[in-house]
């Protein structure tokens, strides 16, 4: 898994200046897919005071050539295809159709869109030492984190997670997506899935959250409720769990294997880690010990134990892994794609 050592740190704040940002991409690689668009919107006291858009045009094609293109080209299979009209197709044809759908970001007008090298000096004066607000940020983070490094430059910037917000503040709706948050407080939203329209619905999310957590909780309480509720309940909640369904793989690598979570997860709660591991018929646990066989490390804690030093569980970890233990320390990507 790739460190991102300079990467900045994901926090619970409420500040009166930020920056909300997003950006939609060709996919979900990062080693793969590029950035196809980035907006970032400058707020202070909860109004928008500058803003930075611009679409990106992808150094190369992430489209897929279809039977129907074929047909539509005249053409009755793939082997008729010439190679120069194959070639003009993926020319003009930058992205999935499937991704010009969901954002409405064509072909046509990302053919004349600069490179991303062209516009990240400008983007990286306008974010500044900002903290930067998005949902689901670390995804928005990661790209963007790889794009400025791959140009010299180091994004440092500390940054807020709204779904994290969502998920502590609004623990009862059935879904914490970007969505999920516009409907609960009503906020208009046009354009959904550009970045634009995201950023500035995350911002009024963000407001509309802060103002109901000060209202009811009180800033600082909730701030520090957020962290003294997630670390006394770990205990309770696995009690009170159990497997949910009979069929289970026993040839995943999970099963039977003890696994115990730590740090801030950003794909998932953490009760959802401890399901997962259940229902795989594994051994969810919150204490780590010489019966662990994987300590999953979420991703922000993971790239702090190369930038910091390690934490005190994963010394352990590898005290344990040198004493004989079967045990492996492991990123909570890296624990995603394993379970695939």
């Known amino acids: 898994m790739k460190t991102r050592e300079h990467k900045g740190n994901s926090i619970i704040a409420f500040p009166n200046e930020y920056i909300s940002i997003d950006i939609e991409t060709t996919g979900l690689d990062f080693d793969y897919d590029e950035i196809i668009e980035i907006s970032a919107i400058l707020v202070r006291n909860g109004a928008i005071v500058d803003q930075y858009s611009s679409l990106v045009k992808p150094h190369h094609s992430h489209a897929f050539l279809t039977l129907s293109d074929i047909n539509k080209l005249g053409f009755n299979c793939f082997s008729e295809m010439p190679e120069d009209l194959e070639k003009e197709f993926f020319e003009t044809h930058l992205i999935p159709q499937y991704i010009e759908s969901l954002t409405g970001i064509s072909n046509s007008e990302l053919l004349n869109a600069p ?19 998005g949902h689901n940020i ?23 997670d709204t779904m994290r917000i969502s998920k502590k503040l609004l623990p009862d709706l059935p879904h914490h997506r970007l969505k999920d948050v516009v409907d609960k407080y009503k906020i208009s939203q046009d354009c959904a899935h550009r970045a634009y329209a995201d950023a500035s619905a995350t911002l009024h999310c963000f407001e509309a959250m802060k103002a109901d957590i000060a209202q009811t909780y009180g800033i600082d309480n909730f701030i520090q409720q957020f962290f003294v509720h997630v670390r006394r309940t770990y205990k309770d909640i696995l009690s009170s769990m159990s497997p949910e369904g009979n069929d289970i793989d026993t040839t995943n690598p999970v099963y039977g294997k003890t696994v115990v979570f730590t740090g801030a997860l950003t794909s998932m ?13 594994g051994i969810p646990s919150d204490n780590m010990n010489k019966k662990t066989n994987y300590l ?9 134990s190369v930038k ?8 352990k ?13 492991l990123s909570e990507d890296t624990f995603l794609q394993i379970i695939e």
């Not at 983070?141 to 180091?154: K, Q, R, S, V």
């Not at 970890?317 to 320390?329: F, H, L, N, P």
């Open 296 to 304: 999953i490390v979420g991703n922000e804690d993971f790239a702090k």
């Open 138 to 160: 670390h995804f928005d983070i990661n790209f963007l984190y790889d794009a400025f490094e791959n140009a010299g430059l180091y994004l440092k910037n500390d940054f807020v």
């Open 308 to 315: 910091n030093g390690k934490t005190s569980k994963i010394l």
């Open 269 to 281: 709660s953490r009760k959802d880690a401890f399901q997962i591991v259940l229902n795989l018929g």
């Open 115 to 133: 490179y991303i090298e062209s516009i990240l000096p400008n983007l990286f004066s306008f974010l500044g030492t900002h903290i930067l607000v």
């Open 317 to 329: 970890a590898e005290k344990y892994k040198e004493q004989g233990c079967d045990i492996e320390v």
